[in-house]
Nanobody, 122 residues
Framework: VQLQASGGGLVQAGGSLRLSCAASGRSVGNYHVGWFRQAPGKEREFVGAVSRSGVSTYSSDSVKGRFTISRANAKNTVYLQMQNLKPEDTAVYYC????????????????WGQGTQVTVSS
């Protein structure tokens, strides 16, 4: 499955953005989907994930209560709704897929598509 993240941009602190992860080649409904981000000079960080069915989600402590992951399998798309954005959220955001039962862990993911830049100004 090929993945394409989109929806990034420049936003002021406290603002909101919704990122989309569009899948092609295969149905995204076959996979758990995770979101990651990488800031300049830093390692890739696991932001959170949604289970294949969409019933369960996981969010890292750094975004819990501010970011929400959802999916629309019929549209072959997964979303990352980001609210109350902070300058430290500035990064390139990526989505990835997994078939592992440990989908709530970053190590379960290794399929990387093109990311989208999110910049939060103070």
């Amino acid at each position: 499955v090929q993945l394409q993240a989109s929806g990034g941009g420049l936003v002021q602190a406290g603002g909101s953005l919704r990122l989309s992860c569009a899948a092609s080649g295969r149905s995204v409904g076959n996979y758990h989907v995770g979101w990651f981000r990488q800031a300049p000079g830093k390692e890739r960080e696991f932001v959170g994930a949604v289970s294949r069915s969409g019933v369960s989600t996981y969010s890292s402590d750094s975004v819990k209560g501010r970011f929400t992951i959802s999916r629309a399998n019929a549209k072959n798309t997964v979303y990352l709704q980001m609210q109350n954005l902070k300058p430290e959220d500035t990064a390139v955001y990526y989505c990835s897929t997994s078939v592992s039962t440990q989908w709530y862990q970053g190590k379960a993911y290794n399929n990387w598509g093109q990311g989208t830049q999110v910049t939060v100004s103070s």
